[in-house]
């Protein structure tokens, strides 16, 4: 992975993936020139997942800690 890459956000990387596949998908270049948008493209996907897997962990954490809130006053919801 680039050392650029770390300092990608989850929107820049996907919007430079997109293009990568677009460009990809439209043709019209050499092997070399494929292989290396395929490379890139994979490098990119790569920096989406970190970000949606820190996300998603970011996200169950948050639901752990409120649901721990939650069983500590008496579970929750007044009748």
Known sequence: MAET???LGYEQARDELVEVVRK???GGTSLEE???LWERGE???A???RWLEGARARLDS???AREA???ADGGGRPE
Do not use: K, N
């Open 62 to 64: 948050a639901l752990a």
């Open 5 to 7: 890459d770390t300092a």
């Open 47 to 49: 920096v989406c997942r």
């Open 34 to 36: 494929s292989l290396a």
């Open 69 to 71: 809130a939650d069983g």
């Open 43 to 45: 490098e990119l996907a």
């Open 24 to 26: 990809l998908e439209a």
